[in-house]
């Protein structure tokens, strides 16, 4: 129940294309939906949140789906460019007493942008 | 925004020895901090779990004779690395959370790439 399924495992997307990726969850006590951006050797960056009160919510090329109903959430990337080639995660936390907000992770997808 | 730093961003050590690995929030207080470990081409896989002040809380698995962590004030956690063998060799990343950033947004150092000859 406190799996988040992550998918595709991998992305191939033409540079100006729309980068879309999908999460599920089972626990529906879960309260936050971040997206984490990971380059090669670095650590991950957050790239964009969501909280279930919301259906949407944009920042720049970076949107995040959420659909309450279907315990799931995707991120689309819209106009990908070469410099969004990366690695991300999805993850999801709340809902368990005293859990420290621990973070349940996507497996991740590796996202290529082909100029 | 905040930001977490982690020291060293590499080392290599030979089997047997120690290492230790230092994270800290610079622009924050954070009350709690994770440490996470992570194989090419995987998930972070989390190690364990620091509150300012408490025991490290570890989870499933892990040694918590061999990853010693120590989390003494609100700007700094440390990994120690004992008696490290080749199997140890990962990246090791930690995070933080607390007072002054939304309470459940954790930020990410860069990473500690360990490698044990």
């Known amino acids: 129940q406190q799996q988040v399924k992550q998918s595709p495992q991998s992305l191939i997307v033409q540079k100006g294309g729309i980068s879309i990726i999908n999460c599920a969850y089972e626990?529906?006590?879960?309260?936050?939906f971040p997206w984490y951006q990971q380059f090669p050797g670095k650590g991950p960056a957050l790239l964009i949140a969501?909280?279930?009160d919301v259906s949407e919510k944009k920042e720049g090329r970076f949107t995040i789906s959420f659909n309450k109903s279907a315990k799931q959430f995707s991120l689309h990337i819209m106009d990908s460019q070469p410099g969004d080639s990366a690695t991300y995660f999805c993850?999801?936390?709340?809902?368990?007493?005293?859990?420290?907000?621990?973070?349940?992770w996507g497996a991740g997808t590796k996202l290529i942008i082909k100029p | 925004g905040a930001v977490v730093s982690q020291h060293p961003s590499w080392v290599i050590c030979k089997s047997g020895t120690s290492v230790k690995i230092e994270c800290r929030s610079l622009?924050?207080?954070?009350?709690?901090m994770f440490w996470y470990r992570q194989f090419p081409k995987q998930s972070l896989m989390l190690m364990a779990t620091?509150?300012?002040?408490?025991?490290?809380?570890?989870e499933q698995g892990v040694e918590k004779d061999k990853f010693l962590i120590n989390h003494a004030s609100l700007t700094l956690s440390t990994l120690t690395v004992t008696s490290a063998h080749p199997e140890d060799s990962s990246f090791y990343i930690c995070s933080a959370r607390g007072g002054g950033v939304p309470y459940n947004e954790q930020f990410f150092g860069p990473g500690t790439r360990l490698t044990v000859l």
């Open positions: 622009d924050f207080q954070a009350t709690t």
């Open positions: 969501i909280r279930p």
């Open positions: 620091s509150n300012e002040g408490s025991k490290a809380t570890y």
């Open positions: 626990n529906t006590a879960f309260d936050y």
């Open positions: 993850a999801a936390s709340g809902g368990e007493k005293d859990s420290n907000y621990q973070l349940i």
